[in-house]
């Protein structure tokens, strides 16, 4: 009973706090602060130091950094642009034609940025428009950019399986190597559901315009080269074992600098802007990675995160079960929680249970994303419904009822790769 007891008081005291507008960093110290005074015998200010200086001292947690960096130089370039110009002569010919550009455009960008929102907000600002003028039917548009621009979180660099990596002490070049397949399984399953409507739904779709010529298709896709360029020097660096997560950041940040430079885009007021973004965003998770880690701490002394463990192992249920209970905690958790608070919260909660039931923790990283991605599509707290909503002006609940077929396709995709772990860890066991 008592372990019950102190959960729900750290539960209803967050609620508290951040219903009243307090930062969620901030929210989180104090639940810990709390912990330790009224559960353990431990002073909280020695706790803190130590804390302090563990969870912002990781060498590995300066990938963060370099990558959200890397995204704020990229949007302020033609990039996604030219993706559109250089993808939709080769995607005339499939069922539903450009709409599979939010798809592979979201994808192809995720390889590049790291952030959902931030390849929400690129391929939406240049696909919404073009597709909306071409006669494309506007809820299928937005609901393919809001589900794709998840893959932000899947398709590596992901800055949520860094932040994820650091909690549970999991090699970020795993958890890259391991989002690949899964990545490309979303991918597959978001352009399936847009063949089949656009198959079902004839009528609703534009005439197919002129064919384009072979060599216009051939010249066009020399707009590619710039972002397959830069794939290959971060991710590619990656998986040929030439550099770590973090040396390939910096590779990144390089690259991203020099395609701004010859696009013209990079002035002293963007570089000093995309800096100044960065570092305002690198700062509030570093507060969230800070107050996550102190809180994690205050539970461990009063031995909740055991307690815990220990009463799902005596529900007796099976992995597949213990999984389908997760899915739903976290599809609930995701409606109120934005996606870096859900996996530093519960990480060191739940990862004894985890390995209990003898789950890869590498796999787990992929199914936390996965989770965390729906939660990018959910109201009221769903960052790419405020993103769409931020260039469309639609309600945030409209959105969500546009990308609700895409939610559904990442809970098929998740079934998917739980019932099969290998499509996670085949080329882990690969490259590793």
């Keep these: 009973m008592e372990p019950l007891i102190q959960g729900l008081t750290v539960i209803i005291l967050l609620l508290v706090l951040l219903s009243l507008g307090v930062w969620i960093g901030v929210g989180l110290i104090a639940c810990g602060v709390a912990t330790i005074i009224f559960f353990t015998t431990t002073n909280p200010g020695t706790v803190l130091g130590g804390v302090a200086w563990d969870s912002m001292s990781s060498w590995t947690l300066t990938a963060l950094p370099l990558f959200i960096w890397m995204g704020e130089i990229l949007n302020r370039t033609r990039l996604s642009e030219d993706m559109f110009s250089g993808l939709a002569p080769w995607l005339q010919g499939l069922p539903g034609r450009l709409l599979h550009v939010n798809v592979i455009g979201c994808g192809i960008f995720a390889a590049v940025s790291g952030s959902s929102a931030a390849t929400a907000a690129t391929i939406g600002r240049i696909s919404l428009p073009e597709l909306a003028s071409r006669g494309y039917d506007e809820r299928l548009s937005i609901g393919s950019l809001a589900g794709s621009g998840t893959l932000g979180l899947l398709i590596p660099p992901s800055i949520i399986m860094i932040v994820y990596g650091v909690a549970a002490q999991v090699s970020i070049g795993r958890l890259f190597v391991a989002g690949v397949l899964p990545g490309i399984l979303l991918m597959g399953l978001f352009s399936g559901y847009i063949m089949l409507w656009a198959l079902m739904n004839p009528q609703r779709m534009p005439a197919k315009g002129a064919r384009i010529a072979w060599g216009e298709r051939i010249r066009k896709i020399k707009l590619l080269v710039p972002v397959v360029l830069l794939i290959v020097a971060t991710m590619g ?33 963007s570089f000093f802007l995309s800096l100044r973004s960065a570092l305002q965003t690198d700062c509030m ?15 461990s002394y009063s031995g909740l995160p055991g307690a815990i ?49 003898g789950i890869d923790p590498v796999w787990f990283g992929i199914f936390l994303v996965l989770v965390v991605e729906m939660a990018q599509v959910t109201p009221p707290v769903g960052m790419n419904l405020f993103v769409i909503q931020g260039f469309t002006g639609k309600n945030i609940f409209d959105i969500a009822m546009m990308a609700f077929p895409f939610f559904l396709l990442m809970v098929i995709g998740t079934a998917i790769i739980t019932v099969y772990p290998s499509i996670a860890l085949f080329l882990v066991g690969k490259m590793y």
């Design 309 to 357: 463990a220990a009463w799902i192992v005596t529900l007796g249920l099976n992995v597949y079960l213990f999984i389908a209970v997760l899915l739903v905690f976290y599809i609930i958790l995701g409606c109120f929680l934005d996606g870096i608070s859900m996996v530093v919260l519960t990480t060191s909660v739940l990862l004894p249970t985890v390995k209990a039931f």
């Design 285 to 299: 998770l570093l507060l969230i990675l800070f107050g996550a880690a102190y809180l994690t701490k205050a539970m």
């Design 237 to 269: 660096s990656i998986y040929g074992g030439v550099a770590t997560a973090t040396e390939a950041a910096a590779l990144g940040v390089a690259g991203a600098l020099i395609i701004a430079a010859v696009s013209g885009s990079l002035t002293r007021e």
